[in-house]
């Protein structure tokens, strides 16, 4: 096996208006199981950002822990990144934007990273309306430690160990919207054709744009119950010794009709129920949002598509009227403007 990624690409690929083919805002090939979801998430940030044209050194990407936050290594290499520590991607994506608005702000989460240990971050980033895509892959369980039950997964739902889950999901969409967030929107790692869109949208927003993605993890979505299960299979072999491995699985897709219901099989043969918004979906509605998407929890379904948007917002920039200029860019007049200055501020204070 190769960690390396071919440098071969057709030498007639179409090129964006930059004069970049799409090999350009690749990343390095990756270490994810083969299927998952992420890698789908993926390949739709990278075709979403040659669509607009973007060019990848003014984009910053951020992330935490967990296998949501490797991603950022698999697109996009010529861009500036930054790998925090476990739930604090918030705080470090906060202190960037303030010191240089000019970029683009990616910000990779899991639903551990984000519902669980970066809760207190995630929710005050969309309260202050930061400037920034913030991109939650979320497949219900904790994939680097062994498939345990995230915040997010549903209540009944089985963990691999076949545990039952007791309690409530967070629901990620429905808080950011309470929290004022002015872009929500989810969607379906397989949904290709909504999900470009939605990236670019999200892009384009001034402000804090959340995107919900539903991402199987192809390796703990397997239960006790299912005849595809590791434990399943070992009871029925005979062998010398135990063997673990995780299995080649297909990139689950979809592809459905707005307005339309489309039940889709899990690799563990679970089936989960995603709805997507009619075409003529009013998003500037808050309120409406919060009732679809409660009557759509009702049912058992995800709905899927841009879910709320503030066309007026004002950024956090806008907010606290901080500078245009970058701090890197800032000369000494503008930090040291001076001893009358400074006493006009402190008398100001008095």
């Known amino acids: 096996m190769t960690y390396l990624r071919s440098t071969f690409r057709h030498p007639a690929l179409p090129k964006n208006e930059l004069g970049y083919s799409v090999d350009y805002y690749e990343g390095s090939l990756s270490t994810l199981c083969a299927g998952c979801g992420h890698d789908s998430i993926n390949a ?42 476990h739930g604090r991607m918030p705080s470090v994506a906060t202190g960037a934007n303030l010191a240089n608005r000019d970029l683009i702000y990616f910000g990779v989460s899991g639903d551990g990273d984000t519902a669980s240990i970066g809760m207190g971050q995630a929710v005050h980033v969309v309260r202050r309306n930061l400037n920034m895509v913030y991109l939650v892959m979320n497949n219900g369980c904790y994939g680097l430690t062994k498939g345990q039950d995230s915040a997010t997964a549903d209540v009944g739902s089985k963990s691999k160990s076949g545990s039952v889950n007791l309690f409530e999901a967070i629901d990620l969409a429905s808080l950011a919207i309470e929290l004022g967030a002015t872009f929500v929107a989810q969607s379906f790692s397989g949904d290709k054709e909504q999900l470009v869109p939605l990236l670019k949208a999200a892009m384009h927003h001034k402000g804090f744009a ?76 808050r309120f409406s949002a919060i ?48 001893s009358e200055a400074l006493a006009k501020l402190n008398a100001s204070l008095r």
């Open 291 to 338: 009732n679809a998407m409660q009557r759509a929890k009702q049912k058992g379904e995800i709905l899927t598509g841009l879910l709320y948007l503030d066309e007026n917002s004002q950024d956090l920039h806008e907010l606290i009227n901080t500078t245009y200029r970058p701090l890197n860019k800032l000369g000494e007049a503008e930090l040291c403007p001076g």
């Open 210 to 285: 959340l995107l919900n993605v539903i991402s199987p993890c192809v390796t703990f979505n397997n239960n006790p119950g299912s005849t595809k299960s590791y434990d399943y299979v070992r009871e029925h072999i005979e062998a010398t010794s135990t063997v673990d491995f995780v299995p080649i699985s297909r990139e689950i897709l979809a592809s459905y009709e707005a307005g339309s219901v489309k039940d889709l099989t899990m690799h563990d043969g679970t089936t989960i129920h995603l709805h997507k918004l009619e075409k003529n979906w009013d998003p500037l509605d």
């Open 44 to 85: 739709a940030i990278v075709e979403a950002c040659w669509q607009m044209n973007i060019e990848p050194h003014k984009v910053a990407k951020l992330s935490g822990i967990g296998c949501s936050s490797k991603s950022p290594a698999y697109f996009l290499s010529n861009s500036h990144g930054f790998n925090s520590v």
